[in-house]
């Protein structure tokens, strides 16, 4: 039988970041119910995997056995060309546990400068997983490429949202009207993969 989700399904979004949240909400809408895994009450799991895909795959797993739902989860993070593409899926763990982007964007522009390199370039990597309570899982990746600026502008999104152009704008994504940056972000390129695989 093939995987499909209807229509009306209850998924849980397996993710703590408010942010993140706010997007799968937005891409999600109107089609599904979603349920928080703050809502019920679902642990973070330790992120163990040394892959996006590997990470989102283990995080929709967790949600989905634990509540006994289909769940969705999103690994992501922001790789830098000149520093061999970290931070990566170390991104949130940049921030320490305040989660201070303004600390791991700093961090970013160091280690640039530290690397004497002018390539400013950088791309946002999104693996969204889909896990059945005690079933399979599908897992797809979406990437959005562009640079960075230093300082950072802009207020919208989150993470190191203002510090990242994407390729072909003039805004960073802290700038962009939230709808903009769904029309175009890594996370909306997975999951336009994940419609054409299950919906
Ligand atoms: P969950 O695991 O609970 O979903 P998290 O924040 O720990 O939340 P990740 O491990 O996937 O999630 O970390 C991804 C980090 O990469 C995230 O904290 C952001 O800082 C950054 N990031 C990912 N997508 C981003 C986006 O669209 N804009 C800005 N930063 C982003």
Do not use: C
């Not at 940049?94 to 791991?104: H, I, L, M, Q, V």
């Not at 309570?133 to 990746?141: A, C, L, N, T």
């Amino acid at each position: 039988m093939p995987l499909l989700l209807a229509p009306g399904t209850t998924l849980v979004a397996a993710t703590h970041n408010p942010g993140k949240a706010k997007e799968l909400v937005a891409l999600l809408d109107g089609r599904f119910t979603i349920l928080s895994a703050g809502e019920l009450n679902i642990p973070e799991p330790d992120e163990t995997e040394s892959t996006f895909v590997g990470n989102a795959l283990l995080k929709a797993r967790h949600a989905a056995d634990l509540s006994g739902r289909i769940a969705i989860a999103d690994d992501s993070g922001l790789s830098v060309t000149a520093l061999d593409g970290a931070p990566g899926i170390f991104s949130a763990r940049w921030a320490g546990p305040s989660k201070d982007f303004a600390e791991a964007m700093a961090k970013v522009e160091a280690r640039l400068i530290e690397s004497g390199s002018d390539d400013r370039s950088a791309w946002f990597t999104s693996a969204l997983a889909v896990a059945w309570p005690d079933g399979p899982s599908v897992v797809v990746e979406g990437i959005v490429r562009g640079g960075l600026v230093f300082p950072g502008r802009g207020v919208h999104g989150f993470g190191y949202d203002p510090i990242f152009v994407p390729a072909g704008h003039d805004q960073t994504f802290g700038e962009m009207d939230p709808a903009a940056k769904d029309a175009i972000s890594h996370r909306a390129m997975a999951f336009a993969k994940l419609k054409a695989a299950l919906f």
